[in-house]
């Protein structure tokens, strides 16, 4: 079966420090995966997918990128925090045709 | 882009009472998909539509993908506590199959 990995749980970083959350999936190949930021009871936002390793699409323009090293490895940086980057931020992967499944999610405090 | 419009925002419900909420897109997708989000955690696919017309249960859960493949809906029937929580529509299309998601329904089950 496939499982989505994404770590760490809960994260409070500095303005201006750096930032790397990571994710895997296991039990796949080549699924499409995404991040998702998400604000306080408010709705989900597409931030990046990729559909193989390399090819990123980002849907807003903003301070983070991310990467796809490997196959079913995707990671979220930024050069450097600021207050509005705070959030939950969801790592999700999905079949070429089907339903995504999400992380457990990351909760990102920018002091 | 694309767009998910869900409705409504939010609801108070008394224990044992049936839900309805919909979602509807000026924009076609080829499936519909229903996820349910507890606090502090990643959304979980309730149910998944892939055809124009399609019905499907899970349990005290219905949806149906609109016929112009433009809308949806979930039905909750027989509330329980538990069933608190957000609830969002997605929609898949594009040749990358890209979720996209609407904007949330949050349900609360008064005991």
């Known amino acids: 079966s496939q499982t989505i990995h994404q770590w760490p749980a809960t994260l409070v970083q500095p303005v201006g420090s750096p930032l790397s959350l990571e994710c895997t999936v296991e039990g796949t190949s080549n699924p499409n995966l995404y991040w998702y930021r998400q604000a306080a009871g408010r709705g989900l936002q597409l931030l990046f997918y990729s559909v193989g390793i390399g090819q990123i699409s980002s849907e807003v323009p903003q301070n983070l990128s991310a990467s796809r090293p490997q196959d079913r490895q995707f990671i979220l940086s930024s050069k450097k925090l600021l207050l509005s980057d705070s959030g939950f931020y969801l790592c999700?992967?999905?079949?070429?045709?089907?339903?995504?499944?999400f992380g457990q999610g990351t909760r990102l405090t920018v002091v | 882009g694309q767009q998910l419009n869900q409705s409504p925002q939010s609801m108070f419900i008394q224990e044992g009472e049936d839900v309805s909420m919909n979602c509807t897109s000026s924009s076609i997708f080829n499936t519909w998909l229903w996820y349910k989000q507890d606090p502090g955690e990643g959304p979980v696919l309730l149910i998944a539509?892939?055809?124009?017309?399609e019905l499907t249960s899970n349990g005290r859960l219905t949806a149906q993908f609109g016929i112009t493949r433009k809308d949806s809906f979930l039905n909750i029937s027989a509330s329980i506590p538990s069933d608190v929580g957000i609830y969002f529509c997605?929609?898949?299309?594009?040749?990358?199959?890209?979720?996209?998601f609407g904007t949330g329904t949050k349900l609360q089950v008064i005991p």
């Open positions: 997605a929609g898949l299309s594009g040749g990358y199959q890209k979720v996209t």
């Open positions: 999700a992967w999905s079949y070429q045709v089907g339903a995504a499944f």
């Open positions: 539509l892939y055809k124009a017309g």
